[in-house]
């Protein structure tokens, strides 16, 4: 059975920083691209950030480069998401996805499996 578990999200100032881990299960992990999206109130949810298989592919969307910093750890089947200098706009619902290939997609439709979602807020 595959598990997607986000963890991580919290309250945080303008400026400051978090970093969400997503922990992974039944599933080959290096044989899977993953990404975050995100979900604000009233809101489609968005790309934020993917990484392929071998963590040899990343995209970002524009909004977040330069701050969100993606990363996987296959031996511990986590992928992680930095996030930096987080603005009130980055408030939202973050989603962990994990796709059944290794490479990257930034559409939701390319990944088959999702997490629970964690609560990002940032107050300004």
């Known amino acids: 059975q595959v598990q997607l578990v986000e963890s991580g999200g919290g309250l945080v100032q303008a400026g400051d920083s978090l970093r969400l881990s997503c922990a992974a299960s039944?599933?080959?992990?290096?044989?899977?691209?993953m990404a975050w999206f995100r979900q604000a109130p009233g809101k489609e949810r968005e790309f934020v950030a993917a990484?392929?298989?071998?963590?040899?592919?990343?995209d970002y969307t524009d909004s977040v480069k330069g701050r969100f910093t993606i990363s996987r750890d296959n031996a511990k089947s986590t992928v992680f998401l930095q996030m930096s200098n987080l603005k009130p706009e980055d408030t939202a619902v973050y989603y962990c996805?994990?796709?059944?290939?290794?490479?990257?997609?930034?559409?939701?439709?390319?990944?088959?499996?999702w997490g629970q979602g964690t609560q990002v807020t940032v107050s300004s």
């Open positions: 996805a994990a796709a059944q290939r290794k490479i990257l997609t930034s559409l939701r439709s390319g990944y088959n499996y």
């Open positions: 039944g599933f080959t992990f290096s044989n899977s691209a």
């Open positions: 990484i392929s298989g071998s963590a040899f592919r990343i």
